[in-house]
């Protein structure tokens, strides 16, 4: 009985880490990937910070305007943190790709928030995800032997 309440224990263990693994995993792989398709389908342009504090949050993530190739001016708040340890300054130039056919949709060229930081949790959740299945199959291997 001790021995299927550990075995039940370990089990339960193990898919915790594997769930937690595959919920850092999948979201960020698929955030670097839809990143990647974006830059390679889009347009730079510098765009002007317009509204340095938008929503008067402390970071900045700034309203920004940019003109997209046919001169037309088009508005957008960034997601991604321009500026970590300052304020950023109305009228400041800042790198901001587009898609040509949909100007609408508009990144700011933050490689930190599109790309470094993702991978970190990537990292995390292929870490988790090896270690179950690697301490899985030592536990098989041992299993079959005996």
């Known amino acids: 009985m001790a ?3 550990q075995l039940i224990g370990n089990l339960i263990t193990k898919s915790f880490i594997l769930t937690m693994g595959f919920i850092l995993l999948v979201p960020s792989a698929y955030k670097v990937y839809r990143y990647c398709i ?3 389908q889009s347009v730079a342009v510098n765009g ?6 938008w ?3 402390l970071g900045g993530r700034p309203l920004i305007e940019y003109k997209d190739l046919q001169g037309k001016s088009h508005y957008f708040k960034s997601k991604a943190k ?3 340890f300052y304020a950023p300054q ?3 130039e800042i790198k901001v790709f587009y898609l040509e056919h949909d100007p609408e949709m508009a990144i700011v060229d933050s490689i930190f928030y599109h790309l470094f930081l993702p991978l970190f949790f990537v990292v995390i959740g292929t870490s988790a ?5 690697r301490d899985g199959w030592a536990e098989f291997r041992d ?3 005996h």
């Open 82 to 84: 321009t500026h970590w």
């Open 129 to 133: 995800v090896v270690c179950v299945f």
């Open 48 to 53: 002007i910070i317009e509204k340095p504090l």
């Open 55 to 57: 929503g008067g949050g």
């Open 3 to 5: 021995m299927n309440s």
């Open 38 to 40: 974006f830059r390679s």
């Open 143 to 145: 299993f079959c032997k």
């Open 90 to 92: 109305k009228g400041e």
